[in-house]
C-alpha cells in the first residue's frame, strides 16, 4: 500500500514545493511535513514511512529527493501577476484566433474550452453562500431597466414617444447589427441598469438628444452574472486528481475574464467573435437556463449592462413577420429627454 502511495504522489511534489534555499533557516519543510501537506495527513508515523521510502540515497544535494532536504511551498508557479495573466489567458487567445480565422462554426476546441470554463464557474460558490453558484444572478419581478437611442430630430423623438415598444425595443433580425454579445442577424436586447449608464453606451456627442425608455420584468430574470467572476469561492482541488493544472488554470482565467469580455474594442466583423461564441455558449447552456448575461460597463465607471435573450422557439423564426420576444414590458410613463452638455475622457497615459 504505501509503494502504491509514494508512486502517486512523488511525481507530483516538486510542482507544489521547491529546495529550501536556506534564506530563512529553520522555517524550512522536512520531506516527511512536505507529504503530510500533500495528502492531509496528521499522522507522524504515516507520513515518516512514505517519506523514507521517498528518499534517494544516491543522489547528491542538488537533487529534490536527496537524504535530509529541506523544501518551501510555492503558492503560485508565475513570478509575477502579468506572466500569470499572459499564461491563462494564452487559450482564450488561441481559442479566439481560431474562431476568427479558422474554425469558426461546430468548432470543437471551442466547445470544449467553454465547457471546462463554466463548469468552474457553476460550481463556484460566493463568501456569502458558498454552495449556491454566484453567478447566477436573479433579478426580481418588476425591475427596471432602461435602453438609450439618439435621436436626430425633434421628428424623431415624437416617433419615439408615439411608438415606444417598436422603436426603443430590440431591432428586426434584418436591422440586428453585430454587437459585444450577438453577430449581426440576431436580435438580443442590450439595457442598462439606470438610465446614465445606457446614455453611455452609446456614446452620445455633445449637444446630442437622446431618448431613453424604461423597460419592466414581468418575471423574475435569471442572468449569467460576470461581475461575480472575481469574488468567487472554489471547493479545494487534489493535487492528484486527473486534470488538476487545466482546472487550477481554469479557475485563474476566471479572474480574468470579466476584462476579457468587458474590454472595449472597435467593433468590426471579428473583434467580437469571441465573446459572441461564449454568450450563444451560455445562451443555450443545457445545465442551467439563463435568460441573459450581465456585464460592467466600460462606458461608465459603476455602471452594468444587460443581454437579454430572445425567447422565441425555433419554429417562430420561419415567420417573415417575426420579432424578437422577451420577458419586458416598456414602461407607460413618457420617453425620458436628455441633452448632452458635456463628455469626459479618462486616460492611462501615453502609450510606450
Not at 2 to 11: G, Q
Not at 151 to 176: C, L, W, Y
Request: glycine fraction near 6%.
Amino acid at each position: 500500500m504505501s509503494k502504491d502511495i509514494v508512486r502517486c504522489i512523488k511525481p507530483f511534489l516538486s510542482d507544489h514545493f521547491i529546495i529550501d534555499d536556506g534564506l530563512f533557516s529553520g522555517y524550512g519543510l522536512t520531506l516527511s511535513q512536505v507529504v503530510g501537506l500533500a495528502i492531509r495527513c496528521e499522522s507522524e508515523v504515516v507520513c515518516d514511512a512514505l517519506a523514507e521510502k521517498m528518499a534517494d540515497p544516491d543522489v547528491d544535494e542538488k537533487h529534490f529527493y536527496f537524504y535530509g532536504q529541506e523544501y518551501c511551498q510555492t503558492f503560485s508557479r508565475f513570478e509575477s501577476e502579468e506572466q500569470e495573466r499572459s499564461w491563462v489567458e494564452g487559450e482564450w487567445s488561441r481559442i479566439a484566433t481560431e474562431l476568427m480565422h479558422g474554425r469558426r462554426f461546430f468548432n470543437p476546441n471551442a466547445s470544449r474550452f467553454f465547457e471546462t470554463v463554466m463548469a468552474e464557474t457553476m460550481h463556484a460558490g460566493s463568501d456569502v453562500n458558498a454552495d449556491k453558484s454566484a453567478v447566477v444572478n436573479v433579478i426580481p419581478e418588476n425591475s427596471c431597466f432602461y435602453r438609450a437611442r439618439i435621436a436626430s430630430t425633434h421628428a424623431q423623438i415624437q416617433e419615439f414617444q408615439k411608438n415606444p415598444v417598436k422603436e426603443m425595443g430590440a431591432p428586426p433580425k434584418d436591422r440586428a447589427a453585430n454587437n459585444r454579445m450577438s453577430p449581426a442577424g440576431v436580435p438580443l436586447l442590450y439595457v442598462a441598469a439606470d438610465a446614465l449608464t445606457g446614455i453611455a453606451e452609446i456614446r452620445p456627442s455633445i449637444g446630442d438628444k437622446v431618448v431613453v425608455g424604461t423597460f419592466i420584468s414581468r418575471r423574475p430574470l435569471e442572468f449569467f452574472d460576470f461581475t461575480a467572476l472575481t469574488a468567487l469561492q472554489h471547493k479545494e482541488l487534489s493535487w492528484f486528481e486527473p486534470g488538476y493544472r487545466e482546472r487550477t488554470d481554469r479557475r485563474l482565467l476566471l479572474e480574468y475574464l470579466h476584462d476579457l469580455i468587458a474590454r472595449p474594442v472597435r467593433a468590426n466583423d471579428t473583434d467580437y467573435v469571441m465573446t459572441q461564441a461564449l454568450a450563444e455558449y451560455i445562451r443555450y447552456y443545457r445545465k442551467q437556463k439563463f435568460d441573459g448575461i450581465s456585464f460592467r460597463s466600460v462606458q461608465r465607471q459603476g455602471g452594468v449592462n444587460y443581454v437579454i435573450f430572445d425567447k422565441s422557439t425555433p419554429e417562430a423564426l420561419q415567420a417573415s413577420d417575426w420579432v424578437p420576444q422577451f420577458d419586458l414590458d416598456v414602461s407607460t410613463e413618457p420617453l425620458s429627454v436628455f441633452e448632452i452638455e458635456g463628455v469626459q475622457y479618462v486616460t492611462n497615459g501615453p502609450s510606450k
